[in-house]
């Protein structure tokens, strides 16, 4: 803040952008945790103190210890997979902490299996940290299309982790809890040994690979995400409850629901450190996919009739695990919040459809 001693007083001062109303921000004036000698000030130089003068905005600022900005490093971000559900909360919650200085990219801006246009594209911008969303993620498609997902998922981290390292970004790659085989009847722990049974997992756990080649990486395994930006388990189900009577559900496959509005606050936030390594990172909680569903509807209020059924009901060409969990004491571990309950999440989610 600035105080002037005199009436019709010129201030200049610079601002490192074009003036957004919107993000317009700041700390009230006169919080006394802050302690500064505005009535000192006044008396010294003879200003009357009762008569100073503020535009409306600032006389409502919040106290500092209210104020809900967060004051982070504001790194240079590269997002990956900015159209998918995870990097659209990714680049959302930059957003939301007042870091706009991001670049977010799909296929159509920088192709990842393309290693010239990756490290033209990293070379001119020089992210401080590159948060690597996209993926090829459709499990069953993945089957057939074996050299699409490899590309994808291996050699395209690979291009991007060559070219991080050459600028010295950080690195956080974002996996999957498919890279476990479901056989352990306890939650996974990071340092247990991965066993993928699909060609999916198997791409994601040599994505894991080459990351963990790069110093300044982490890795990040999740599972059954969720989120605004495209199609999802809970979208599916919700648009069900709204056509049928009755859907049936697999009960005999377990994991934790994961919505990337979470998630991607645990990502910004482990981008702020140096805490490199794997952790694994969902919401809090472990379901089926029937118990799920009963939770969605419970949420929503639909009388549709939920009938558990068993995975080899519907033969498929793609083995799943049948017990993910994914043990989060790694996040405790390091000083990162582990993320809120799923059940709170799915509530928060269908509030943010309507």
Not at 208 to 222: G, L, N, P, Q
Not at 337 to 354: S, T
Request: charged share 30%.
């Amino acid at each position: 803040g600035f105080l002037a001693l005199e009436d019709n007083t010129k201030f200049g001062y610079y601002v490192d952008n074009i003036y957004s109303p919107k993000r317009d921000c700041g700390i009230l004036w006169s919080d006394p945790d802050l302690n500064i000698p505005w009535e000192d000030w006044c008396k010294e130089y003879g200003v009357d103190y009762s008569q100073i003068q503020l535009k409306l905005a600032d006389q409502n600022r919040p106290r500092l210890k209210d104020c809900p900005v967060s004051f982070y490093k504001k790194y240079r971000y590269l997002v990956t997979g900015v159209q998918g559900q995870l990097g659209y909360d990714v680049v959302k919650e930059l957003n939301s902490r007042g870091i706009y200085d991001v670049l977010a990219v799909d296929k159509d801006e920088m192709d990842i299996c393309d290693q010239d246009r990756v490290d033209e594209i990293i070379r001119a911008y020089v992210p401080e940290v590159i948060i690597h969303c996209a993926a090829y993620t459709n499990v069953k498609k993945a089957e057939e299309e074996k050299d699409m997902a490899k590309a994808i998922n291996v050699d395209g981290t690979r291009n991007l982790v060559t070219s991080a390292a050459r600028v010295g970004s950080k690195f956080i790659y974002v996996s999957t809890d498919y890279v476990f085989d479901g056989t352990k009847k306890s939650p996974y722990e990071v340092g247990d040994k991965a066993n993928p049974l699909n060609v999916y997992g198997k791409t994601k756990y040599l994505g894991e690979e080459v990351a963990r080649t790069y110093d300044k990486s982490f890795v990040v395994r999740t599972s059954w995400v969720f989120g605004v930006n495209g199609n999802n388990f809970v979208k599916t189900m919700i648009n069900q409850a709204q056509t049928k009577d009755e859907v049936k559900v697999v009960s005999d496959q377990i994991g934790s629901p994961t919505y990337t509005v979470d998630l991607a606050k645990l990502l910004v936030d482990m981008a702020q450190t140096e805490k490199y390594g794997t952790y694994h990172a969902h919401n809090e909680g472990y379901c089926s996919w029937y118990q799920f569903t009963k939770d969605i509807y419970d949420t929503i209020d639909a009388k549709t009739k939920v009938t558990p059924i068993a995975s080899d009901t519907f033969p498929s060409s793609v083995v799943r695990p049948l017990d993910s969990r994914l043990s989060t004491e790694s996040l405790s571990q390091n000083g990162f919040d582990k993320l809120p309950e799923y059940k709170d999440a799915v509530k928060r989610y269908v509030k943010e459809l309507k």
